[in-house]
Nanobody, 125 residues
Framework: QVQLVESGGGLVQAGGSLRLSCAAS????????MGWFRQAPGKERDFVAA????????YYADSVKGRFIISRDNAKNTVYLQMNSLKPEDTAVYYC??????????????????WGQGTQVTVSS
């Protein structure tokens, strides 16, 4: 099981941008489909975006499509989430996850048991 560390969160005004990073503290990410999820206070953890091993395919939740971009740099063992045009409803703790088998779209419908510490994103209105 690869160990993941999220970073890059913070406080930003509505309309602003942030870039999140997900790095592997142990293991190699190139073998995995990678995804981002988020959990707002009092809500379930939701799928945000996912990317295939070679970056050829991506998949996004409707709520972030056109605003967020997922990318990866396998040489740096890191996955990114560029978040633009942020809205207060994007406020959540953001987590990344890895999957050996799923497609990016498939990650949206799977449940994962192991999570990192996440990174807090707060968007003020």
């Amino acid at each position: 099981q690869v160990q993941l560390v999220e970073s890059g969160g913070g406080l930003v005004q509505a309309g602003g941008s942030l870039r999140l990073s997900c790095a592997a503290s142990r293991g190699t990410l190139s073998s995995y489909t990678m995804g981002w999820f988020r959990q707002a206070p009092g809500k379930e953890r939701d799928f945000v975006a996912a990317i295939s091993k070679s970056s050829t395919r991506t998949y996004y939740a409707d709520s972030v499509k056109g605003r967020f971009i997922i990318s990866r740099d396998n040489a740096k063992n890191t996955v990114y989430l560029q978040m633009n045009s942020l809205k207060p409803e994007d406020t959540a703790v953001y987590y990344c996850a890895s999957d050996l088998e799923a497609t990016p779209q498939g990650m949206a419908f799977r449940k994962y048991d192991y999570w990192g510490q996440g990174t807090q994103v707060t968007v003020s209105s």
